[in-house]
């Protein structure tokens, strides 16, 4: 295919340019809407995987924040990041060419709170058990632009919308 070789060529080309082996290219049937390669080192930004830029670059072209109709191809199996907003974009697909067991023997990217072998299954602990430390501080006021939020938006065109990651209405209305 040839959106497969585009992207194992653009990340072939971003490590011989000093990056990180992953790219990202987002279609819609023949038409490329997006392209990049991980830009992490680059940019010295975390979060600048080549999914999530390659998402940001399609829906600002589509205008909108779903690739509902877009097809996605990337080298690897997506992180826990590019995965979640992978989730929120809605592509029709997801086509990844290798897998963290195939590509761990060649790349390493060990982290302060994870290593490849521990990043997924650090997310399936509750927030008290992660190695990164996380506390909760409960504070009602932050609820009031979550309800601020819901005044101003019709929450029953929402309503419909609603998934694992929302709040039901009866959770977050004035008492």
Known sequence: MELIEQTIALARRNVDDGGRPFACIIARGDEVLAASPNL?????????????????????????EHLVGCDVYVM??????CL???YYASP???????????YSHHYTDDRKYFTLS?????????????NLPMIHVED?????????????????????R?????????LVSEP
């Open 40 to 64: 992490v080192a680059q940019t010295h930004d975390p979060t600048a995987h080549a999914e999530v830029v390659a998402i940001r670059e399609a829906c600002r072209k589509l205008g909108t």
């Open 76 to 81: 690897a199996h997506p992180c826990p990041m």
């Open 84 to 86: 979640g907003a992978l």
């Open 92 to 102: 029709d697909r997801v086509l990844f060419l290798t897998t963290r067991a195939a």
């Open 118 to 130: 521990t990043f997924y299954e650090e997310f399936s602990k509750p927030w008290q058990s992660r």
């Open 140 to 160: 009602e006021r932050a609820l009031d632009v979550y309800r601020r939020w819901e005044a101003l938006n019709d929450a029953s065109k929402h309503a419909g």
């Open 162 to 170: 609603r998934g694992a990651d929302t709040v039901p209405t009866t």
